[in-house]
């Protein structure tokens, strides 16, 4: 149960960050573009990167600023459309021309919409898990002072497929009650619980 305690605080705080992460990348693009300046600019080259056994290309690009003083960068996003010799919109830090991408909407927002994507897959994970906890306890300290009191019956223990804790298989505590009025039976199970030799007596693997 650790383990699993650790696995939704881990996600909940992963997705923290990416969200944070996002918000910041918005801000310092958004900043960005309020001072930054356009430039025509050329594919000169292209850069070769490896990332997982295959080859990007990121085309290298040489523009001019104001002063008709040349730059060049890498652009961050691989392309297999482009050519060398095509001409790119750039934008540029006025103050600090190095500061340069291409005017693309991935160039620009691509990696705050990956960050924010992937912090609400992490937070509703992990916080769907934290909200599951927190509605079964309240429910069940619900039924501890408001719920009838039965005395059922323990039936056996069963391995619950879909839950594994430490890589093993949780048990669920099976039990039936009568109702002596109705002389319906209800089936009842318990919460996951770690597999151990406290259960012994109970479960035949």
């Not at 594919?43 to 290309?57: A, L, M, P, T």
Request: aromatic share 12%; charged share 20%.
């Amino acid at each position: 149960m650790k383990g699993l305690t650790l696995f939704k605080v881990v996600f909940t705080g992963a997705g923290i960050l990416a969200l944070a992460m996002a918000a910041w990348l918005f801000q310092k693009e958004r900043a960005f573009l309020a001072t930054s300046e356009e430039a025509v600019g050329m594919i000169i080259d292209f850069q070769r990167y490896e990332r997982d056994g295959q080859y990007q290309y990121h085309p290298v690009i040489i523009f001019e600023d104001r002063a008709f003083k040349p730059y060049q960068f890498v652009a961050a996003q691989a392309s297999s459309n482009l050519r060398t010799g095509e001409t790119v919109t750039v934008l540029y830090d006025p103050e600090d021309p190095n500061k340069a991408h291409v005017a693309s909407f991935e160039s620009t927002w691509g990696g705050t919409l990956i960050c924010g994507f992937l912090g609400l897959i992490f937070i509703s994970v992990g916080g769907g898990l934290i909200g599951w906890d927190i509605y079964h306890n309240r429910l069940s300290r619900k039924l501890q002072h408001q719920g009838r009191h039965v005395l059922a019956r323990i039936t056996g223990v069963e391995e619950n497929p879909s839950f594994q804790i430490n890589g093993r298989n949780a048990l669920r505590v099976l039990a039936e009650w009568q109702d002596p009025v109705s002389g319906k039976t209800y089936t009842f199970k318990s919460r996951n619980c770690q597999p151990n030799s406290k259960m012994s007596p109970f479960y035949q693997s």
